[in-house]
C-alpha cells in the first residue's frame, strides 16, 4: 500500500507543469537598444574626442598594455593604448 501511495504521488509530480522563470540582464536590453549613444569599439582617442567632445575627466594609462579611461557625464570609455575598447553607462544615468 506504500509502494502504491509513493506510485501515485510521483506520478503527480511528475506530470504537474512546473513553471520556469528567466531574467532579462540588464546588460543585455542596453546593448541592443542603448539610451545613450557612446563611443563604438575600435575608434582611436582621436576620433572619440572629435566625435564626442573633451572627457569631463580622465584617468593615466596603467597596466601592460596600458589602459585609459575617459569619464563623460553619463558613460566612461575604456582604451588600449590609442584604440576603444568598451563604454559604460553610468548607473544614475538611466
Known sequence: MII???L???SCLLLNPVPVFADVLLIDSIESAPAIQTPDRG???SQVRQQFGE???SAAA???PPITRWD???YSVFFENDTALH???HQASK
Do not use: C, F, Q, W
Open 55 to 57: 572627457p569631463v575627466t
Open 4 to 6: 502504491k501511495r509513493s
Open 87 to 89: 563604454s559604460v553607462i
Open 8 to 10: 501515485v504521488l510521483l
Open 72 to 74: 563623460y557625464a553619463d
Open 62 to 64: 596603467i597596466g601592460e
Open 43 to 45: 575608434l582611436s582617442m
